[in-house]
Structures are given as C-alpha cells and as structure tokens.
C-alpha cells in the first residue's frame, strides 16, 4: 500500500510563498496536488507524470505553483507563490496506480492514493 505525507503548510500573509512537499512510500507513479476548502468540493491543482515531462496546472494557479519532484526520494514538491486568501484549504498529495497522469484533474476519483493533508491558510 502507497503511503503518502505532505509537509510544509501553514498560515502565512497574502503575497507570501510556500513549499509542500509529499513523501512516498515507494514507487514512480503519477502524482497530484488537490485542495479542499471548508464548503467546497476537492480541487485539481497539478499533476506531474513519473518522468516528469507532462505537468497539468489548473487555470487558478498557473503561473504561480509550480510542481517538481524527485524520484530518487520519492518525494514531489509543490512551490507556492504570490499566495492569496483564495488559496486557503487543505491540501492533498494523491498518487495514481500507473506512471501517467489522468489528461485533467477534474476527477479525484482516478487518484488510488491519498495523503491526509496539509493545511494552508493565507489571510489578506
């Protein structure tokens, strides 16, 4: 069983940066970052495939997340800057069963592995 923990959250001022990280337990699968704020549905917010070559930004953060990873740590990272209060929820690291990445990052459902989260609370 895939075991995921992401690390890195906390409170910070708009404009701030942060850095996630989401260790796994084994494995060069497909990995993701989604988010969930209290009252509202678990969102997308990247995907990255195991080489690395095929990442998948939702339109909220483009521009200013950018995803990374490191195979031989089974680690991915997730680079947050120019934070707004928007950005607030908790965040989660998901793993696929296959290399590949889902083509969009509209059903959560795709990902088998789930981390517990990490909170991020930007406040204005």
């Known amino acids: 069983q895939l075991q995921l923990v992401e690390s890195g959250g906390g409170s910070v001022q708009s404009g701030s940066s942060l850095r996630l990280s989401c260790a796994a337990s084994?494995?060069?699968?497909?990995l993701a970052w989604f988010r969930q704020a209290p009252g509202k549905e678990r969102e997308g917010v990247v995907s990255i495939d195991r080489d690395g070559k095929k990442i998948t930004y939702a339109d909220s953060v483009k521009g200013r997340f950018a995803i990374s990873r490191d195979n031989q740590k089974s680690t991915a990272y997730l680079q947050m800057n120019s934070l707004t209060p928007e950005d607030t929820a908790m965040y989660y690291c998901?793993?696929?069963?296959?290399?590949?990445?889902?083509?969009?990052?509209?059903?959560?459902?795709?990902?088998?592995?789930w981390g517990r989260g990490t909170q991020v609370t930007v406040s204005s």
């Open positions: 084994y494995g060069l699968s497909c």
């Open positions: 998901a793993a696929t069963v296959w290399p590949f990445c889902p083509d969009s990052l509209k059903n959560p459902s795709e990902f088998r592995y």
